[in-house]
């Protein structure tokens, strides 16, 4: 019976971390983007910081994303989210929350955008979008 009740016990302690509140932000992206390997249309999106450097983006479709570990914010912020232009071309370069903030790596199509600009002479341009 004791090894019974230390079964449910550590069940329930491990199951804890899942029931844990996911930070989330809201966004209406007025433009197409990509991120990691997608390219994702313009919408009203739910972003969520799942457990690990997993985002999910859920719009039209639902994107899991890869990013970088959370960096954590001594006072809060105001949510956002920071896009990199190239030409006519968006990426999701970082999502902030009140609290955190996660930064996506760059791309193989991202970094060929930075060279092909960088040669032609232009600049990277960085757009915010306001997030609730």
Same mark, same amino acid.
């Given at each position: 019976?004791?090894?019974?009740?230390?079964?449910?016990?550590?069940?329930? !302690?491990? *199951?804890? %971390?899942?029931?844990?509140?996911?930070?989330?932000?809201?966004?209406?992206?007025? &433009?197409?983007f990509a991120v990691g390997h997608a390219t994702v249309a313009p919408g009203q999106y739910v972003i969520r910081f799942l457990n690990g450097p997993?985002?999910?983006?859920?719009?039209?479709?639902?994107?899991? !994303?890869? *990013?970088? %570990?959370?960096?954590?914010?001594?006072?809060?912020?105001?949510?956002?989210?920071? &896009?990199?232009?190239?030409?006519?071309?968006?990426?999701?370069?970082?999502?902030?929350?009140?609290?955190?903030?996660?930064?996506?790596?760059?791309?193989?199509?991202?970094?060929?955008?930075?060279?092909?600009?960088? *040669?032609?002479?232009?600049?990277?341009?960085?757009?915010?979008?306001?997030?609730?």
């Open positions: 019976m004791k090894k019974l009740g230390f079964t449910i016990l550590a069940a329930a !302690v491990l *199951a804890l %971390p899942l029931c844990a509140q996911v930070a989330t932000v809201r966004a209406d992206i007025p &433009f197409e997993v985002v999910q983006l859920v719009g039209h479709d639902s994107y899991y !994303v890869q *990013a970088n %570990p959370d960096e954590l914010y001594a006072s809060p912020q105001k949510p956002k989210l920071v &896009f990199l232009r190239y030409g006519n071309q968006y990426f999701l370069s970082q999502i902030v929350t009140a609290s955190t903030s996660r930064d996506f790596p760059v791309s193989r199509v991202e970094r060929e955008m930075q060279k092909t600009a960088a *040669a032609a002479g232009q600049i990277q341009t960085q757009i915010i979008v306001a997030a609730r």
